[in-house]
T-cell receptor, first 117, second 116 residues
Framework: GAVVSQHPSRVICKSGTSVKIECRSLDFQATTMFWYRQFPKQSLMLMATSNEGSKATYEQGVEKDKFLINHASLTLSTLTVTSAHPEDSSFYIC?????????????FGQGTRLTVV | GENVEQHPSTLSVQEGDSAVIKCTYSDSASNYFPWYKQELGKGSQLIIDIRSNVGEKKDQRIAVTLNKTAKHFSLHITETQPEDSAVYFCAASTRSGSGNTGKLIFGQGTTLQVKP
C-alpha cells in the first residue's frame, strides 16, 4: 500500500533555531503534499498545500516566511520551521495524494512532535 | 470555503455496542469523504472513505453513509472492541480543477472510548 514516511518523529530545539521536517512517499508518486498542524486535543489544521515544482499555497494566517515548504520532487516535501519559538511547539503531519488516482485518498505520515524550548 | 462539523466530541460505549459519529459539511461541491483514526502520538490512518456517487460503503465492522442532499455523512462501528478506542476524524474534499489536488478539511475529532 501507499506509505508516507515522515522524519523526524520527535525533535526538541532551542528558540531561534530552525527545524526541517521531511515527508517522503515511499512507493508512489505524490502529485500534491499537504502539511497539517495539530495542537493537543484539537483537529488537524491545514497549513499549506505544495505541488511538485511550484510554490506552496498557504492557508490564511500561516506565515510563509516562517514555515518554508519545498517540494522538490514527486516523492519528497520538506517543511522548515524557521526561527522557532515555544508557540510553534505542536504536532506536524504531512500527507500525500496518490498521483493519477481519481479523487485519490491522502496518506499520512507518522507526524513530528516539535518542542521548542 | 468548506467547513466540517463533527459530533459528538467524545463518545463512550461498552464493548460490543455500536458507535456512530456524524459529520456535516458546507460545500456542496465536496465529493470525497474519508475517515481517519488517530491513536495516541501517532499519525492519522485512513480507515474508510466514500465518494459522492455512492450512499453507503461497508468494510467489516465499519460502515460509512452519505446523504448528499442533507450534506452529512456518518461513521458506524459495530461490535466495538477496546482497540477501537482512538480519536476519529472525518474530512471532506473537493476536486480542484481537472486534477485531484483538493485539500482535506477536517472535522474537530471524536474521542471514542470502548469500555471492556
Amino acid at each position: 500500500g501507499a506509505v508516507v514516511s515522515q522524519h523526524p518523529s520527535r525533535v526538541i530545539c532551542k528558540s531561534g533555531t530552525s527545524v526541517k521536517i521531511e515527508c517522503r512517499s515511499l512507493d508512489f508518486q505524490a502529485t500534491t503534499m499537504f502539511w497539517y498542524r495539530q495542537f493537543p486535543k484539537q483537529s488537524l489544521m491545514l497549513m499549506a498545500t505544495s505541488n511538485e515544482g511550484s510554490k506552496a499555497t498557504y492557508e490564511q494566517g500561516v506565515e510563509k516566511d516562517k514555515f518554508l515548504i519545498n517540494h522538490a520532487s514527486l516523492t519528497l516535501s520538506t517543511l522548515t520551521v524557521t526561527s522557532a519559538h515555544p508557540e510553534d511547539s505542536s504536532f506536524y503531519i504531512c500527507s500525500a495524494r496518490v498521483r493519477d488516482r481519481a479523487m485519490g485518498e491522502a496518506f499520512f505520515g507518522q507526524g513530528t512532535r516539535l518542542t521548542v524550548v | 470555503g468548506e467547513n466540517v462539523e463533527q459530533h459528538p466530541s467524545t463518545l463512550s460505549v461498552q464493548e460490543g455496542d455500536s458507535a456512530v459519529i456524524k459529520c456535516t459539511y458546507s460545500d456542496s461541491a465536496s465529493n470525497y469523504f474519508p475517515w481517519y483514526k488517530q491513536e495516541l502520538g501517532k499519525g492519522s490512518q485512513l480507515i474508510i472513505d466514500i465518494r459522492s456517487n455512492v450512499g453507503e460503503k461497508k468494510d467489516q465492522r465499519i460502515a460509512v453513509t452519505l446523504n448528499k442532499t442533507a450534506k452529512h455523512f456518518s461513521l458506524h462501528i459495530t461490535e466495538t472492541q477496546p482497540e477501537d478506542s482512538a480519536v476519529y476524524f472525518c474530512a471532506a474534499s473537493t476536486r480542484s480543477g481537472s486534477g485531484n489536488t483538493g485539500k482535506l478539511i477536517f472535522g474537530q475529532g471524536t474521542t471514542l472510548q470502548v469500555k471492556p
